[in-house]
Nanobody
Framework: QVQLVESGGGLVQAGGSLRLSCAASGQTSSGYVMGWFRQAPGKEREFVGSINLNDGTTSYADSVKGRFTISRDSAKNTMYLQMNSLNVEDAAVYYC????????????WGQGTQVTVSS
């Protein structure tokens, strides 16, 4: 069993930066794809980006390309989401999740961390 714990959320001004972390504990290995998702009030949860822990391949939603960067530290079993040039539309609860590379379904989720962007 694995647990995912997000941290790093908070309040930031528009145009600012924030780095989120997702720490995995328990049954961890490199044979997974880790993803970031977000959900704003009244909106559906949306995909932000992902990283294949095996080879570091990343994928991003169009809305964050060029502004957000996903990385991982295998020694710390931690994934990061560096968010730059934040705008009010980026405000949401951010979740990390995990899936196997051969499936589309993320089946392990963290509890989320709140990101608030002030204008």
């Amino acid at each position: 069993q694995v647990q995912l714990v997000e941290s790093g959320g908070g309040l930031v001004q528009a145009g600012g930066s924030l780095r989120l972390s997702c720490a995995a504990s328990g049954q961890t290995s490199s044979g997974y794809v880790m993803g970031w998702f977000r959900q704003a009030p009244g909106k559906e949860r949306e995909f932000v980006g992902s990283i294949n822990l095996n080879d570091g391949t990343t994928s991003y939603a169009d809305s964050v390309k060029g502004r957000f960067t996903i990385s991982r530290d295998s020694a710390k079993n931690t994934m990061y989401l560096q968010m730059n040039s934040l705008n009010v539309e980026d405000a949401a609860v951010y979740y990390c999740a995990r899936r196997r590379p051969w499936t589309r379904q993320y089946n392990t989720w963290g509890q989320g961390t709140q990101v608030t962007v002030s204008s």
